[in-house]
């Protein structure tokens, strides 16, 4: 942490409890980031581990939350060549870190994540959905979101929490709208989110045959998600059907 703050003493000031000061930390940080030609990984871990122990320290839920957003919207304002390894970099330190998180501020972490999966999603829509960059980013999900080889060592919680959270943040998104469902999409676009959200299915899938137990029945709740384009809805016919059997029973009579 000292090391993170020594190299960029302004990410101490994100966890300020003057806003003033908040806000010039942060456009110092965007400054910071937004002058690099390039992202090695170990200065993104860096990087990111100073921005973790930022809202570590930060006290009160609005400026947790705003913390948590303006953190995960940062991928979005990088220069192109570092914003996969500044995810990645994310994804690493929250990994690492998940373990050592009291109760008492997981409900922050777990608002990052959630913050940080969506700023992501919208990275891929931002490049029409493919591209190298957009298969980057895929990789750097199947590697340290979701682990979806189980060979990463992704932190168990926070592959549970991925879990958890993926679809809604896929609908929120806009990813999960049908052709022709009133978005702005082509059919060209469409066809690549579809792809897209294919891709990120099966990561999911990959994970129904898991050997942790808790990580495949998340897996396959999720994936069974009705609002996925594969997703198992009962049908009307089915759930009337259903109801009529209900009434007929009246139980054994005496």
């Known amino acids: 942490m000292a090391a993170a703050e020594s190299q960029m003493p302004f990410i101490k000031n994100l966890a300020s409890s003057d806003r003033k000061l908040r806000t010039q930390s942060l456009a110092a940080l965007q400054t910071y980031l937004s002058s690099r030609t390039g992202l090695p990984a170990a200065d993104a871990l860096k990087l990111w581990t100073g921005l973790y122990y930022a809202l570590w320290m930060t006290d009160r839920p609005r400026p947790q939350q705003a913390l948590a957003a303006d953190l995960a919207n940062l991928v979005l304002d990088v220069p192109a060549a570092c914003a996969v390894p500044f995810a990645s970099g994310f994804w690493g330190v929250l990994s690492r870190q998940w373990a050592s998180i009291d109760a008492l501020r997981m409900d922050k972490f777990l608002l990052l994540v959630r913050?940080?999966?969506?700023?992501?999603?919208?990275?891929?829509?931002?490049?029409?959905?493919?591209?190298?960059?957009?298969?980057?980013?895929?990789?750097v999900w199947k590697r340290l979101a979701f682990d979806a080889d189980d060979?990463?060592?992704?932190?168990?919680?926070?592959?549970?929490?991925v879990l958890?959270?993926?679809?809604?943040e896929l609908e929120r998104e806009k990813a999960l709208g049908a052709a022709g469902d009133g978005d702005d999409d082509d059919d060209d676009d469409a066809a690549a989110r579809e792809e897209w959200v294919r891709r990120v299915g099966d990561m999911v899938d990959s994970l129904r045959a898991s050997p942790v137990k808790s990580v495949r029945n998340r897996a396959s709740e999720s994936y069974a998600d009705e609002r996925l384009p594969w997703g198992t809805r009962e049908s009307g016919d089915e759930k009337e059907q259903g109801g009529e059997e209900d009434e007929d029973w009246g139980g054994f009579e005496d």
């Not at 060592?153 to 549970?160: A, F, I, K, P, Q």
Request: no cysteine.
């Open 151 to 161: 060979e990463d060592g992704v932190s168990l919680g926070l592959r549970l929490h």
């Open 164 to 168: 958890d959270l993926w679809v809604d």
């Open 115 to 139: 913050r940080a999966f969506a700023a992501q999603v919208r990275f891929a829509r931002g490049r029409g959905w493919a591209g190298e960059q957009v298969e980057q980013m895929l990789d």
